[in-house]
C-alpha cells in the first residue's frame, strides 16, 4: 500500500513537466526498473510468506519489504527532485478540472487503496496466528483463528464496496444544494434600482429616471 502510494505521489509530482536534462531517458528507465523490481519483490515475499513458519514470515519476509520500500523511497525521491529541478511546465494543473481517463483512474486507484488496506489487515490477523503478542501471549480462547483466504476475500470486496457506496452517497448529498433553484424575483421588483421595494402608497414609475414624474 506504501508503494503505490508513492507510485501515485511520483506521477502528481511528474504531472505537467517535461524534463530537460540529457539523461532524463535514462533516469526514467531506472525508476521504472526499480518501481517495477520492489514491487515483484513486495507481491512474492507476501504471497510467499503464506506457505512459510509464523517465525520465519515475522522476522525476516516482513522486514525484507519494509527494506524494499524504504529503498525505493529513499532512491527514487532524490532522483526525481533532481530530474525536476530544470524542467520545463508544458502544463498548469488546475484544481478540480481533470481529464475523464484521470478520473477513472483515481477511481481505481481508491478501490485498489482499500483493497490493500483489508487484505494488510488479514495479512496481520494470520500472521500472529494464535497469539495475542506472538511469542509472549497466547490466544486460548475458541476464537484463536483466521478465517480461510477464500472468505476473507469475499469480506474484502464487501467492505470495498460498501465504503465506496457511502462516499458516492455523500458526494450525491452534497452536489444536491448545487440544483435548488435560486427563488424568483417579480418583474416589478426586479425593476427597480438595488432590489430596494418601493414606498407604502408610492408608485414604481417614480423610481425610473426617464419617465415623467409630475
Given at each position: ?43 512474492v515475499l507476501g504471497v ?17 519489504q519494509v527494506l524494499v ?127 430596494l421595494p418601493a414606498m ?15
Amino acid at each position: 500500500m506504501i508503494l503505490v502510494t508513492f507510485m501515485s505521489f511520483i506521477m502528481y509530482w511528474r504531472a505537467g513537466k517535461q524534463e530537460t536534462v540529457g539523461w532524463a531517458k535514462i533516469a526514467k528507465a531506472f525508476m521504472g526498473l526499480v518501481l517495477a523490481l520492489s514491487s515483484i519483490a513486495v507481491i512474492v515475499l507476501g504471497v510467499w510468506g503464506y506457505f512459510v513458519p509464523a517465525i520465519i514470515r515475522i522476522n525476516y519476509f516482513s522486514t525484507s519489504q519494509v527494506l524494499v520500500v524504504l529503498g525505493v523511497l529513499l532512491t527514487i525521491t532524490p532522483l526525481t527532485s533532481v530530474l525536476l529541478k530544470s524542467a520545463k511546465t508544458t502544463t498548469e494543473m488546475v484544481w478540480g478540472v481533470m481529464p475523464p481517463r484521470a478520473g477513472y483512474s483515481l477511481v481505481l486507484n481508491a478501490i485498489m487503496i482499500i483493497l490493500l488496506m483489508t487484505l494488510m489487515g488479514y495479512a496481520r490477523s494470520s500472521s500472529r496466528v494464535h497469539w495475542h503478542v506472538y511469542g509472549v501471549l497466547r490466544d486460548t480462547s475458541q476464537y484463536a483463528f483466521s478465517p480461510a483466504l477464500g472468505y476473507a476475500s469475499g469480506i474484502m470486496a464487501l467492505c470495498t464496496f460498501l465504503f465506496c457506496m457511502i462516499v458516492a452517497f455523500i458526494f450525491w448529498v452534497a452536489t444536491m444544494g448545487d440544483k435548488a433553484k435560486a427563488p424568483s424575483v417579480s418583474a416589478s421588483k426586479a425593476q427597480l434600482p438595488h432590489g430596494l421595494p418601493a414606498m407604502a402608497g408610492a408608485s414604481n414609475a417614480l423610481d425610473e429616471p426617464n419617465t415623467r414624474k409630475f
